[in-house]
Nanobody, 128 residues
Framework: QVQLVESGGGSVQVGGSLRLSCAASGYTFGTSSLVAWFRQAPGKEREGVAAISTATYDSHYADSVKGRFTISHDNTNNTVYLQMNSLKPEDTAMYYC????????????????????WGQGTQVTVSS
């Protein structure tokens, strides 16, 4: 059974940093997966934040997080990370990890229906 487990969320002050982890069990990211981080704030649609191909190490970011967030993949630990720096109140959301056995996105990195494995989420709260 495939499980994606997110961790690393918490409460931070504006300008602070957090590193989220997405650990997989029953599934190996390996060199043939797309893995993405999505987030959903209360009352808002779920949106893509960052994604990576473990085949090419190409990555893609939402404009709102470019230059502040970095997605990375550790093949040894079968974990994908999201380093979040210079956090803002608008980054407050539940963050979800998602994966699919595919090397390249079909048409868009953040097309949610392309991802068939999802975690339960980890909460990030940024206060001023």
């Amino acid at each position: 059974q495939v499980q994606l487990v997110e961790s690393g969320g918490g409460s931070v002050q504006v300008g602070g940093s957090l590193r989220l982890s997405c650990a997989a069990s029953g599934y190996t990211f390996g060199t043939s997966s797309l893995v993405a981080w999505f987030r959903q704030a209360p009352g808002k649609e779920r949106e893509g934040v960052a994604a990576i191909s473990t085949a090419t190490y190409d990555s893609h970011y939402a404009d709102s997080v470019k230059g502040r967030f970095t997605i990375s993949h550790d093949n040894t630990n079968n974990t994908v990370y999201l380093q979040m720096n210079s956090l803002k109140p608008e980054d407050t959301a539940m963050y979800y990890c998602a994966a699919v056995r595919r090397r390249y996105p079909t048409s868009a990195w953040f097309r949610q229906t392309d991802y068939n494995y999802w975690g339960q989420g980890t909460q990030v709260t940024v206060s001023s």
